[in-house]
């Protein structure tokens, strides 16, 4: 439930209620926005059996929130959140730039790609230490070595690390070294996960799962909320369905429809949504004109040599031109890059 309080309420009348609801054992979300102040009801809403809050001074009305999630809820958060990033902010007007290769492999391989999405204007340094793959046989990451690697690399062109964790043992190797925890699409409901880096105060980057509903998505997010991190960012990759011409299919009207039913900022990822580097331009167009917070895209130095995913990787001459066409789509919806 939210409590929407009068805009004539003062401060004394929200700690009030606050106080009023901490007194049953419920937790409070405060939430100030430009269209109304609101307070959400955290915990098992029978303890409100008998409070009267619609008589507390200050109090408008309380609102039942009817989806399984709640502090991912736009109702929550009318104005929507944003999410800081070490400085950077994720969910404002300015778009979300995040480039860089699939998997660390070399120390010039991460430092040429940092250089390149630097130089087209990314703020975000994306790359796996840890790589999840469908064979066993396939490359796995370099672990620990790739994380310092990306680090350093972020570090010397002034950049920010997001980089995939895939087991909760590897979140207090990998933290030192990143800005934001990515869970993967293969780990969306790897709910143990989900607690763990809920319980750390690092931003996370939430893939969708490849055949999750936008409603299990949202509920794994409220999993990592739930822990007490608010800092999360939704990524829509792509899902499995029977089309077969590129890798996954992209749902660009999973950006709509959460932005509509959630408080989280959105990002895409169209890279891994094409299997393909040609696709990868119009569908982060198409993302942008839809209203994404930002893009995630894989970019490699030398995409015909790279360990993983090289079919789908920009090279960053292809990435800065990208770039610039994305800056003027974001221009004509209200966005800057």
């Known amino acids: 439930m939210i409590i929407v309080m009068k805009r004539t309420c003062t401060k004394q009348n929200i700690d009030k209620v606050i106080a009023a609801l901490k007194s049953r054992g419920l937790g409070a979300n405060l939430s100030v926005g430009s269209q109304a102040t609101v307070i959400g009801v955290l915990g098992d809403k029978t303890k409100l059996e008998g409070s009267n809050l619609e008589l507390m001074d200050g109090v408008e009305k309380c609102v039942p929130i009817m989806h399984s999630y709640k502090l991912a809820s736009r109702e929550m958060v009318p104005d929507g959140r944003t999410v800081n990033v070490g400085g ?11 480039a860089g290769p699939c998997a660390v492999e070399t120390e010039d391989q991460v430092m040429a790609a940092a250089a390149g999405v630097r130089a087209a204007g990314a703020k975000f340094l994306r790359g796996g230490a840890y790589k999840p793959r469908t064979s066993p046989y396939s490359f796995q990451g370099t672990g620990e070595a790739g994380l310092k690697m990306l680090r350093r690399a972020a570090d010397a062109y002034g950049l920010k690390v997001v980089t995939e964790v895939t087991d909760y043992d590897q979140i207090e190797i990998a933290g030192p070294y990143c800005d934001m925890f990515q869970i993967g699409a293969r780990n969306m409901q790897n709910f143990r996960l989900l607690k763990e880096v809920g319980r750390t105060d690092k931003p996370v980057l939430l893939k969708r799962g490849i055949a999750s509903t936008i409603e299990e998505w949202l509920d794994a997010a409220e999993y990592i909320m739930s822990e007490g991190n608010c800092s999360v960012v939704l990524c829509e990759r792509g899902i499995r369905t029977f089309e077969t011409a590129t890798r996954n299919t992209l749902d660009v009207s999973a950006v709509p429809v959460v932005r509509e039913r959630s408080c989280l900022p959105i990002i895409v990822d169209p890279s891994h949504a094409a299997g393909k580097a040609s696709y990868v331009e119009p569908l982060s167009l198409a993302a942008v004109a839809a209203g994404a917070d930002g893009l995630i895209v894989e970019v490699h130095p030398n995409p015909r040599c790279a360990l993983s995913d090289a079919a789908q990787q920009l090279t960053p001459e292809a990435y800065q031109k990208m ?7 974001a221009e004509a919806v209200g966005r800057t890059v």
Request: charged letters at 35%; a positive charge; one cysteine or more.
């Open 323 to 329: 770039f610039q066409k994305v800056r003027r789509v």
């Open 88 to 98: 950077e902010i994720i969910g404002g007007k300015k778009l979300c730039m995040i």
